[in-house]
């Protein structure tokens, strides 16, 4: 350490004293929280960007019967094997592969969470890995409104010619096709 450099310590109390004296910012005995006025500028500082979708593709789901595996403390429970299917988006198509299956939790509410974990393989031979969390309701107004079926979607594919589908933020729609034992899911990329 250079002799004539200030010691660790006071350099640290110099640096936590002038982020505990910053415009806008109340001292910690007030709050943790910025005060409006400084909320207010940083959100001048950081524009509001509203997410946009991009189709990234369409599946169709062959499915299975429905198994039922029992009630447990956070509600009924559900697995549907996913048995086929076909995908298709701009720039990837192929076919969903057998040996996926979706888990689902019936809640005392009403509303359904799934879990599907399943592979899907490219007219090209590459096997791409999705796992897709959909929370599903019928809304209690108005009535006959469509169905809440909204999913996030993580996508893993190997290096190479889909290492672009590895980039982004997924999210995505569901719908049963009952009594065809279907669903389609159509997946979106956030852009």
Known sequence: MNPSSPPRRQLLLAAAASVAS???????????????????????EA???????????????????????????????R????????????????????????RQLVRSDGAVSLDAIYELQTDDGVVISVR?????????????????????????????????LNDWVYVGTLHSLRPRPNVLIRVYKLV
């Open 79 to 102: 697995m549907v094997p996913i048995t086929g299917g076909r995908f298709e988006g701009p720039g990837l198509r192929g076919k969903v592969m057998a040996g996926g299956a979706d």
């Open 47 to 77: 524009p509001l960007v509203l997410p946009k979708t991009e189709l990234a593709y369409e599946a169709l789901f062959d499915l299975a019967p429905t198994l039922q595996l029992g009630h447990s403390p956070f509600g009924e429970r």
């Open 22 to 44: 910053a415009p806008g910012f109340a001292h910690a005995a007030d709050s943790t929280t910025p005060s409006d006025a400084a909320l207010a500028a940083l959100r001048a």
């Open 132 to 164: 897709n969390r959909v929370l599903t309701r019928q809304p209690k107004e108005p009535p006959n409104a469509p169905r809440y079926a909204f999913s996030t979607i993580d996508i893993v594919a190997p290096d190479g010619k889909y290492g672009w």
